[in-house]
């Protein structure tokens, strides 16, 4: 079954200790995607992909980077996480352009930097 | 930028009430509009979509109309359950023919039964 896979489900982090959140994809989609949600902010994109070897800025990247190696893994990583950046991360694959294409979600990564 | 702007917090209703939560956009063209739920513990879901002007989709119950008009796409649900209780967002696509690919959601809707 297609899905989207999210590792680690659970992290306590450091303040300026790095993490990396791993995505695992099996849909075969071009298109990936991580997210940020909090509350009274809803779901924010930070990094997105077109494909292996490109990384793009979303809307809130500052903190962290991108890494699409293959088609189906995309990490995103925190070099100096802080306490801002706490918060459930959700990776999504999509296929189609021009804005019209479905995202499927893996089930979050809950991020705690203490 | 583009946005979308939805019923904000929470809605409770009890059981075979009529479901309305409001999704307003800003963006230029047609862009395409999507509801997505989200229950807990889980990664959002995809709802349904619309890409025209009157276009309706619907899922599992729901619906929406696509109004260019008012820029509206408004979730609907005649009768709600208690399997209803979710997160739900509204998201717009980037325009078509820019090439780029991204959804930009609303801040979301919890809903949830009154017991």
């Known amino acids: 079954e297609a899905a989207v896979t999210q590792s680690p489900r659970n992290k306590v982090a450091v303040t300026g200790g790095k993490v990396t959140l791993s995505c695992n994809q099996t849909?075969?989609?071009?298109?990936m995607y991580w997210y940020r949600q909090d509350t009274g902010h809803g779901l924010r994109l930070i990094h997105y992909?077109?494909?292996?070897?490109?990384?793009e800025k979303g809307d809130i990247p500052d903190g962290y980077k991108a890494s699409r190696p293959s088609q189906e893994n995309f990490s995103l990583i925190l070099e100096l996480a802080t306490p801002s950046q706490t918060s459930v991360y959700f990776c999504?694959?999509?296929?189609?352009?021009?804005?019209?294409?479905?995202?499927?979600f893996g089930e979050g990564s809950r991020l705690i930097v203490v | 930028g583009d946005s979308v702007t939805q019923t904000e917090g929470q809605v409770a209703l009890s059981e075979e009430d009529f479901l309305t939560i409001h999704c307003n956009y800003s963006?230029?063209?047609?862009?395409?509009l999507f509801w997505y739920v989200q229950y807990p513990g889980e990664g959002p879901q995809f709802l349904f979509r619309?890409?025209?002007?009157?276009e309706k989709g619907s899922s599992r119950g729901f619906e929406a109309t696509y109004d260019k008009g008012t820029t509206s796409f408004h979730l609907r649900k005649a009768s709600v359950q208690e399997s209803d209780s979710a997160v739900y967002y509204c998201?717009?696509?980037?325009?078509?023919?820019?090439?780029?690919?991204?959804?930009?959601f609303g801040k979301g809707t919890k809903f949830s039964l009154i017991p």
């Open positions: 999504a694959s999509g296929e189609g352009q021009g804005g019209g294409n479905t995202l499927y």
């Open positions: 849909n075969n989609h071009n298109n």
């Open positions: 992909s077109y494909g292996a070897g490109s990384t």
């Open positions: 963006a230029s063209g047609y862009p395409a």
């Open positions: 619309a890409s025209r002007d009157k």
């Open positions: 998201a717009l696509g980037d325009p078509p023919g820019t090439g780029s690919n991204r959804l930009t």
